[in-house]
């Protein structure tokens, strides 16, 4: 699906999708071709089935995102660790930001 066509699908919601196709626009990838993987309820629930899927499927490209946003373009970040309790993402703005732990 396209992203567009995911939106009109899926309004204003947290899902969980794969980018079958994309491309890179420097350090983003613009998604092509979007399967959803789950719908949740919010944030945190995406998030949770994000890693949960990630750890099941390290080969896809998941992401956890909101139906809100216009275009379908993730930032590329190297996970170096997360500090849980900085993160509230139930009641976070629609694009949720990581934090992450100086290396």
């Known amino acids: 699906m396209k992203w567009s066509e995911v939106r009109a699908a899926y309004p204003d919601e947290w899902l969980v ?3 079958i196709q994309f491309h890179e626009e420097g350090e983003v990838f613009v ?3 979007i399967t959803v993987f789950e719908k949740c309820a919010d944030g945190a629930v995406a998030f949770d ?3 949960r899927l990630h750890r099941q499927f390290p080969e896809h490209e998941f992401a956890f995102v909101h139906t809100s946003r216009e ?6 970040r190297r996970w170096i660790g ?4 900085s993160i509230d993402l139930a009641n976070a703005s629609l694009q ?3 934090v992450l732990r100086p290396s």
């Not at 275009?71 to 590329?76: F, G, K, Y």
């Not at 997360?82 to 309790?85: G, H, K, L, Q, T």
């Open 17 to 19: 999708v794969e980018a």
């Open 31 to 33: 998604g092509d071709d």
């Open 49 to 51: 089935a994000y890693r």
């Open 71 to 76: 275009s379908l373009r993730i930032e590329e």
């Open 82 to 85: 997360i500090r849980a309790a």
């Open 96 to 98: 949720p930001t990581i």
